[in-house]
């Protein structure tokens, strides 16, 4: 028998990295500062989500895995608004009804850690465990239990190529935050966490790409945008190189990719499109937000004001220097 919890999977859990995605925007919710990210073939088998957060304490953890248990805000137009990332409730349901979880979790006000295990939507045991103050999950199996979704599995170092995006974005979009990325006991990526975007950079991308960046730094009413652009010489062959963040959050938006990209129309660029981190605090209540819960794609209400305002930012940090 299909459980509701399976069907709601199905919406939210595609495939590793979306698990990771979940986790690891519960870490940051949580207020961590440092988050590890380990996974062996692809995640497929094995991914390990530790945060040094505010942890769950033990009567909470049970209901943590119930769908819609979360207190936090829930509909989709007040998504971007909250700034929370978390906004479904039923992250943990889902990746518990379709995999096999172990949780070790402590709150500062509590002496003893909790160990939690719940596979296929069921509960397996809650017991005392020594712990840091955080979070830890342990997710083994991924659709160990519905075989139907396993197929569409790609190969492991796909699957692994999906989360080591996501930890970039992540990254990216938390410059606050330390990541750390282990693939097969490899060091992928570990940022310091040190709040400076320009760092970031350097860790992601090299220094070839992290010393050829002009700053941006933008307001207008209801709407700042601060981060950096690639100089045009170090131009792209394709989009992927446009990293931009609502609020936090990793979207894409074709009124904004052409709004940056019309912002370099002044420049001779051997490819087609620029190297761009821009982080967009959007206040909306002045501009409407509309995304679907995990689809990227956004739409706003006065597109105008947000092509303008990005253009704007892109338009004058790369003509500062000649100034
Ligand atoms: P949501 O994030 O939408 O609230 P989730 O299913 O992702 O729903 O998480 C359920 C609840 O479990 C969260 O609201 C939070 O209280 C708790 N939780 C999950 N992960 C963590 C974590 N890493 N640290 C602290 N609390 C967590
Ligand atoms: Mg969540």
Redesign the pocket.
Known sequence: PVTVDQIAAGEVIERPASVVK?LVE??I??GASAVVVEIKEGGISYMRIA?N????SREDVPA?FLRH????IRTVDDLVHIGSL????????SIAAVSQVELVTKTADQTFGTRYRIAGGKEEGIEDAGAKDG?TFIIRQLFYNTPARRKFLKTPMTEASHVGDLMTRMALSHPEVSFQFINNGQTKLHTAGNGKLRDVIYHVYGREIASNLLRAEYETSGLKITGFLGKPLISRGNRNFENYYINGRYVKSSIIAKAIEDGYKDFTMQHKYPFVVLHMEINTENIDVNVHPTKMELRFNRQQEVYNAVYAAVDEGLHREEL
């Open positions: 979940e519960n870490a919710d949580a945060d957060g505010c942890g769950i943590a248990s979360t207190s936090k978390g906004f479904r409730g039923e992250a943990l349901s979070t």
